[in-house]
């Protein structure tokens, strides 16, 4: 990640944003799509170190265990007076449902949409502090839409970052990017929720195009320079066009499987608008999109939800001793799961 010297000012609002932590403000130039919406095709990143150094001790040569899930919630004011679904219930009783089917089912970091203000404060007094979020309230009542959440006793946040995303009418958004450590393994890995824009207020197919690229070029930019794996959750608005646009531009696969030749792209059936993809050192098990009765009673969507497995964490220990000399000089990225 790069320093963003360019900006006090930003620094100051990304300061007053996290609410007094100690910030670096930075700025993560890659490109995404090309004509209208310059602004849509920067990523910028504001960061703020919470744990730079494990808080327990890892257990070495352990894998890392991780269930994922990504869930657009339906937001509160669908079914508030004057909402388009009437007849649903609160916010608030559906988000009560959501949360003990997220529990039932052992889920450790999901990836939230459509998460609002009622919502979230219902998913804290359900969860009743076993589960940390980001952004929480730091970008204000209307800017946990799109969250990270994680169980606090599996993992902690090393850093907490943001990506900017074309949504209706090409609207830029902050959306969550999370560096989590395993505190049974120690490994590390991103984490992210997106939500692309739906046809629902006009033809968004570019900012789609837009939003997509920006994707594919954070996941780029985070595997380039840290070697870390990273996983991307969300409701894209897009099935096929999604898959083989982000497995063909990264080295992403999906929980729900799927190939993707360079010749051939073809994602498994049922295909859905929301996903989950990780880096080709996880190996998925046990994918589902839940349907269930409380799922269908709170959500116009299904609950992704997919079993994660990585490989030990490579430590210099692990390393073999070199049986030539001089030892050459290290080039190129971190070797995956390195932290």
């Given at each position: 990640m790069l320093s963003d010297p360019r900006s006090r000012s930003r620094a100051a609002v990304v300061a007053a944003l996290l609410l007094g932590m100690v910030l670096g403000a930075l700025v993560l130039r890659v490109a995404g799509g090309a004509g209208e919406?310059?602004?849509?095709?920067?990523?910028?990143?504001?960061?703020?170190?919470?744990?730079?150094?494990?808080?327990?001790?890892?257990?070495?040569?352990?894998?890392t265990q991780v269930t994922i899930s990504s869930l657009n919630v339906l937001g509160a004011d669908h079914t508030e007076p004057g909402g388009n679904r009437t007849g649903w219930a609160s916010g608030e009783q559906r988000m009560r449902w959501l949360t003990k089917v997220i529990q039932a089912n052992g889920v450790d970091v999901i990836g939230l949409q459509e998460f609002q203000n009622?919502?979230?404060?219902?998913?804290?007094?359900?969860?009743?502090?076993?589960?940390?979020?980001?952004?929480?309230?730091?970008?204000?009542?209307?800017?946990?839409?799109?969250?990270?959440?994680?169980?606090?006793?599996?993992?902690?946040?090393?850093?907490?970052?943001?990506?900017?995303?074309?949504?209706?009418?090409?609207?830029?958004?902050?959306?969550?990017?999370?560096?989590?450590?395993?505190?049974?393994?120690?490994?590390?890995?991103?984490?992210?929720?997106?939500?692309?824009?739906?046809?629902?207020?006009?033809?968004?197919?570019?900012?789609?195009?837009?939003?997509?690229?920006?994707?594919?070029?954070l996941v780029n930019r985070l595997r380039a320079e840290s070697g870390l794996p990273v996983y991307v959750t969300g409701?894209?608005?897009e099935r096929d066009i999604y898959y083989c646009r982000m497995t063909s531009g990264t080295d992403m696969v999906s929980a729900s499987g799927g190939m993707n030749d360079g010749r051939t792209c073809a994602p498994t059936r049922p295909t859905y608008i929301d996903?989950?993809?990780?880096?080709?050192?996880?190996?998925?098990?046990?994918?589902?999109?839940?349907?269930?009765?409380?799922?269908?009673?709170?959500?116009?969507?299904?609950?992704?939800?997919?079993?994660?497995?990585?490989?030990?964490?490579?430590?210099?220990?692990?390393?073999?001793?070199?049986?030539?000399?001089?030892?050459?000089?290290?080039?190129?990225s971190p070797t995956p799961n390195v932290s």
């Open positions: 919406g310059g602004e849509s095709a920067r990523l910028a990143e504001g960061n703020a170190t919470t744990s730079p150094t494990p808080t327990t001790t890892p257990t070495p040569g352990l894998a009622p919502q979230y404060q219902t998913f804290l007094e359900e969860t009743a502090g076993t589960y940390a979020t980001y952004p929480g309230l730091l970008w204000g009542k209307r800017g946990m839409r799109n969250s990270v959440a994680w169980k606090v006793d599996e993992w902690e946040l090393v850093s907490a970052s943001w990506v900017k995303i074309p949504y209706f009418h090409g609207t830029i958004l902050r959306m969550p990017v999370v560096l989590l450590r395993n505190l049974q393994s120690g490994q590390q890995a991103y984490f992210s929720s997106f939500h692309n824009p739906a046809d629902a207020r006009g033809h968004a197919a570019k900012w789609r195009k837009q939003a997509t690229d920006i994707e594919v070029a409701d894209m608005n996903w989950i993809f990780g880096s080709p050192e996880t190996t998925f098990s046990g994918y589902v999109a839940n349907r269930g009765p409380r799922i269908r009673k709170s959500t116009d969507h299904p609950m992704i939800i997919a079993q994660a497995e990585l490989p030990p964490v490579i430590t210099p220990t692990d390393c073999p001793t070199p049986t030539t000399s001089p030892t050459p000089t290290p080039t190129g």
